[in-house]
Every structure is written in C-alpha cells, then in structure tokens.
C-alpha cells in the first residue's frame, strides 16, 4: 500500500475549536482536546465529536474523568485526606483507651503483688480473690490488645488500598490508557532526560515509526482503528520489546522507540523485532476493502550525539521518517548529515527494510 503522508496542524485545530466554542484556556481543556483531534483515542474522539450543546466546564470535565481521569485527581486527594483523618481519630482513640485499659491492669496486677507478699498470715480468700481479679483483667487486656491490632490491621489496609489508588493515578499521567504504552507527555519527559547534561547526551537513538497507509482505513463504524485494536497493536509492540526499551503512542498511527544504543545494527535488529511483531497482525476491515490485511510501519531514526537538543533529536527523527515515507510502505531511514562531519557517523546506511 502507498502511504500518503497528511500533516494537519491539530495545534491549529485546537485552538480554533477552543476559541469558537468558548472554552476555558486550562491544561486539561486543552489535553482533552488535543487527544480527541489527535486520534489516539478513537473512542474519545467519536464522543467529542458527537456531543451535543454547549462544551460546559462540567461537561468537559465529564467526559475528562472518563478518558482522562488523571485530570481529577484532587477529589482523589480530598477523598484520602478524609479516610486518613477518620482512620487517625478512631485510631487515636483505641491508643487512649489501651493506655486507659493498661492503667487499670498495672493496678490489678499491683493489688495481687501487694497481696501476695504481706507479712500477714496469707489468707485463702485474699489470694482467690487476687487471682480471679488478675485473671479477668488480663482476659481483658488480650481482648482489647485483639481490638488493637485488628484495628491497626484494618488501618494498614485501608492506608494501602490508598496508597494503590495514589500510584495508579500517577502512572495514568504517565501512560497512553488506550495501548498501555507510554504517552505524549512521557515522551516529552524522555527527550528532556536525554538531554539533562548537555555536553554529554544519553548514547541512545530516537525512532520515529507509523503505520502505513494509517490515512486510507476505513474511519467508519467498522473501523479497525477502534480501541480495541489499538489495544491489540499496543500489545504488539510490547511483544516486540524484549529488553524494554521505551515505546510511546503519539498520533494517528504513530509511535516512537527511544533505543539504548547508537549503534545501527541494533536498532534495525530492534525494529526487525518490532516487524515480526506486527507481522503477526492482521486487519480484517479497511477502506479499499483488503480482508486479512498485513500491518507495516516505516521508520525514521536519529542518534542522540548528532542533535544538540531534544528538539533537534526529534526533528531530525521525524526528517528520516519522511524520507522512509516518501520511498513506500514497510521503509526505514536514519538521518544523516548534509555533510557529515565524522565519516563514522554519516547514519544514512540503510536505504530500506
């Protein structure tokens, strides 16, 4: 299939639709937005686009916590605080009563010593009644010892099924909810950390892939580009992924792979894995038709070392993907100098898959 390359601008087509609709300039507005033009969530995008009347703060902010419930963490936060003062009231109170209840055991146990060593003559009744009083006050202590460990158990539970709720949060803002992989805004988070000492960048490559011919399937109800499909190629991919090197969902059939090396033979092995991946795959449902239909991506890669920036880094990515893109379907490209100025490092070496 011929891959016919479209680049809409969605930053233009966001704040167009933001500013005729009225909406408010906030983050999650804007997130929200950028992720039902930009395709990566088919089954957001078809609810945007067929809402109904005026786009409300509460009516964004209701499909927000559907798609994007990261966004609204704070009645999560709110709804911890108020465990965690309940759970530290009645846990407070259970400590005072143990100190209460430990009070009146020192002073059962202080009558039966006193009792036991008077240099009276020992009386039978004294040491009966003694061991009785004794007895039961330490039932007594058991029991409430019991109330205070079961106590500190439910608090332990109830802290961790908190905790579990925090860090879920925390990882949706990092994770594409559709694919499982990373998203946009943990992509962007990798590029800087490329970066974080500028005079020596991580030794990695940046892969820039998309599906081919991702423009001409069918965007109807029959859609293969559903989420569950999306779901499918996410797991693909992973598949394809044996080392764990960083996968991101960024667009409308595209991707990025930030490899931990600069040598080219290991990342065409890398994308080798990725093909055999996706090459089991296969699309039942497409716009011309084509049953069974095989899944390919073409690839642009740049290495770290020869950008100066993660702005650069992604640039010249996204060049090499171009040129994989204008040469078919099933290409890869690396970026290479217009005069490259260490013969080691003109990466261009590969002219195809």
Known sequence: MK???QTPSVALRIATLMDRERIESLPRNYELIYDAYSGSNPDLMREFMAFQGPKTQGALDEIGRKYLPHQHEESVLAKAN????????EFLKLIQNEASSLAEFEKAVSEASRAMSSDKEIDRAAIAKSIDRLSKATEQQARNNKTLSDA??????????L???????EARKWTDPVTGLANRRSFNKTMVGIYANPNKPAA?????????????????????WSNRTLQEIGAALKGGNPTRQFIANLEKGRFAFVVNTENPDRVTGF?????????AKRLLVTRK???????TMSFGIAMASTATSAGDLIGQSEKALAEALRAGSDKLRFYSFGEA????????????G
Do not use: V
Request: with cysteine; hydrophobic share 40%.
């Open 3 to 5: 891959n016919i390359k």
């Open 341 to 352: 100025p260490d013969k080691q490092r003109n990466y261009q070496i590969y002219a195809s």
């Open 82 to 89: 108020d465990t965690m003062q309940s759970q530290m009231f």
């Open 152 to 161: 500190a158990a439910a608090q332990n539970a109830a802290i961790g099924d």
């Open 289 to 295: 038709n084509l049953a069974n239909e095989k899944i």
């Open 163 to 169: 905790k579990k709720e925090m860090d879920a949060i």
């Open 271 to 279: 994308i080798t894995g990725i093909r055999n991946a996706l090459a």
């Open 204 to 224: 990695c490559g940046l892969i820039t892939a998309e599906i081919d011919d991702f423009q001409n399937f069918n965007t109807s109800g029959q859609s293969p």
